[in-house]
């Protein structure tokens, strides 16, 4: 007969409490643990997407705003060379001193431009820079050209030039010379892309693996030495994720793929940031393995901690499921904060367990991405005082046509800005006035000399003439979308509030407020230095001629301003002088200082040329 165990007819109670801390502890700990380690492990995950996700952004904006930039500078460029050359840059036009001077002046202001050329409609024409184009740079410059005709920009396939330690990858942007319809040329620029090459090898010191690709999936760039500018990159899903989505790739998009090498497959997670200014993506990608690992990581240590907390009692177990989730949230809570922008976030752990190497790490992605921030303030930074140049290069360059307004522009700018800053207006209004006030007389660039040096007055032609120069001065500006809010300034800094002034005789609340406060700087300016057609005025004749046109011609909110300015002391004018070569001017008989200075009409005031 089979040996039958004997049932016990009592249970322990040992045996019932242990039982019941068991199934107390493990069970809930079981499904506490595991939730928490989904939950962690997809956000821990989410990080690490979103650190791919703002790196390549951040690339791929820095890639457009350095090819905005170039853009810009372009359409400058084309319409100085239009305005220096009358729109006729044909073989007697074509090698000028002038027109070589601003090519020259163009490759030489920023350190990633490696040649130029301008090209007029003969095909003929002038280049500078340190390269010389080969014949894959020239067939380049003819299809460029080709676009040109069409009027269309172009920007070329990456190229590489040069050998050895010497190469360099490049890159052409072009645009064309257009007046009306009339194509008068070409302006070809050579990029080097070394920038973008230090910015992918800084992401790859990161542990990152980054790289460009155009549209086609060809390589543009890499922090690697081990790929080829052009080498076919879409065997990496990511990369043909990208080309598959052509026109549809706005967005960044993140995705996990298998590489394989042979017989070998490494599982990847690959991020793609489109830069829609040039049709190229930013990519890059790094092993699941070092990816996740922090996640990895988490997993055992949880795992462990639940198991410690099954034999150490239920409320140990609470108190270790504290000690485990806390941190955690600390890192979700930090991981919110850096999603929402605020990159100074950091994780203070003190533990050498591998929740503190998790904050560390953590800690570390915060910085790279704070400096990441921070490198793109700095390119915009630098974008700006570039773009701030350019300006005060072509305000000068209007100054320098008359040696009796030489250095107008920044005195107009000056007063202008003292007399915005007592008006209490706000920073905005005072970047806008900067620039529009620097540039407010371009339009003379356009105006004859013979008139805008004339000693004496002006004929009614000469003035009607004189008078274009603020819509010539608009019009040379209005194609450059960064400068539209500055163009009311430009153009109608001569218009008068009894509607006496011009180009369009508007009339009091008509005068928006910006070329309200360029005017009064302006007249100012034009009453206290020498000019061909008058003697400077002493500062506080000048001082009352203006209160008398307060209300007349000129804004009486602004007047105010610059006469609390002026006797505060805040403008200090020097001497005025008659320039070396310049016609004398008579003296005018100094005013009596007691005398009031009545004035016959106000706007006699002879500032038409200021």
Request: zero cysteines; aromatic letters at 6%.
């Amino acid at each position: 007969m089979p040996l039958k165990l004997p049932i016990p007819t009592r249970v322990p109670l040992l045996y019932v409490i242990l039982g019941v801390l068991l199934a107390l502890s493990v069970v809930p700990m079981y499904f506490y643990s595991a939730q928490i380690e989904v939950l962690n492990r997809n956000r821990l995950k989410t990080n690490e997407m979103l650190l791919q996700n703002t790196v390549t952004r951040s690339l791929a904006d820095d890639i457009s705003q350095h090819q905005e930039t170039l853009r810009m500078m372009l359409a400058n460029l084309a319409s100085s060379i239009q305005v220096t050359t009358g729109n006729d840059i044909g073989s007697r036009n074509i090698e000028t001193p002038e027109l070589r001077a601003l090519l020259e002046h163009f490759v030489s202001s920023s350190n990633d431009i490696a040649y130029a050329t301008v090209l007029n409609a003969d095909a003929k024409g002038i280049s500078a820079g340190r390269i010389e184009p080969d014949a894959f740079l020239q067939r380049e410059l003819e299809r460029a050209y080709t676009a040109a005709h069409e009027k269309r920009g172009y920007s070329g396939q990456p190229l590489v030039v040069g050998s050895g330690k010497s190469a360099r990858t490049v890159l052409l942007v072009s645009t064309p010379i257009v007046y009306g319809d009339r194509f008068l040329g070409m302006i070809g620029s050579v990029v080097d892309l070394q920038f973008l090459i230090r910015r992918l090898q800084e992401v790859n010191r990161a542990g990152l693996m980054p790289f460009v690709v155009d549209s086609q999936g060809r390589l543009v760039a890499a922090a690697s030495i081990g790929f080829a500018t052009g080498q076919d990159m879409t065997s990496s899903d990511i990369v043909r994720s990208f080309v598959d989505d052509g026109a549809k790739a706005q967005l960044a998009a993140t995705r996990e793929f298998a590489v394989r090498d042979g017989a070998n497959k490494t599982e990847m997670l690959g991020t793609y940031s489109p830069v829609s200014a040039l049709d190229w993506a930013v990519v890059v990608q790094k092993p699941q393995d070092e990816a996740y690992s922090s996640i990895y990581e988490m997993q055992r240590t949880g795992r462990l901690l639940a198991l410690l907390a099954v034999f150490l009692s239920i409320g140990l177990s609470i108190f270790s499921a504290r000690r485990i989730t806390h941190p955690l949230q600390v890192l979700a809570e930090s991981s919110r904060a850096i999603a929402k922008g605020d990159f100074t976030q950091r994780v203070h752990i003190k533990t050498r367990t591998e929740i503190g190497e998790l904050a560390s790490t953590f800690n570390t992605m915060s910085e790279e991405l704070e400096q990441f921030v921070e490198d793109l303030k700095r390119a915009a930074d630098e974008n700006k005082a570039l773009f701030m140049g350019s300006i005060q290069m072509l305000a000068g360059a209007v100054d320098e046509k008359d040696p009796y307004t030489r250095g107008h522009s920044d005195r107009v700018t000056k007063y202008s800005l003292m007399i915005a800053g007592e008006m209490g207006l706000d920073p905005g209004f005072l970047e806008i006035l900067r620039i529009s006030a620097q540039l407010h007389d371009v339009g003379k660039i356009g105006i004859e000399d013979r008139i805008l040096k004339k000693p004496g007055a002006l004929t009614p032609e000469e003035f009607e003439i004189m008078k274009t120069h603020t819509t010539k001065g608009a019009n040379i500006l209005r194609p450059v979308t960064q400068l539209r809010e500055m163009l009311p300034g430009i153009e109608l800094h001569h218009e008068a509030l009894n509607g006496r002034g011009y180009p369009y005789g508007l009339k009091g609340d008509e005068i928006p407020l910006l070329p309200r406060v360029i005017a009064v700087a302006d007249t100012f300016d034009a009453l206290t230095t020498n000019r061909p057609y008058q003697q400077a005025h002493d500062p506080y004749e000048a001082i009352r001629i203006i209160e008398n046109l307060s209300g007349k011609r000129l804004d009486p909110t602004a007047v105010t301003a610059l006469l609390a300015v002026f006797l505060r002391g805040d403008i200090r004018i020097p001497k005025p002088t008659t320039p070396a070569g310049a016609p004398a001017i008579a003296a005018a008989p100094a005013p009596t200082p007691a005398a009031p200075l009545t004035i016959a009409d106000p706007l006699a005031v002879d500032t038409r040329r200021s």
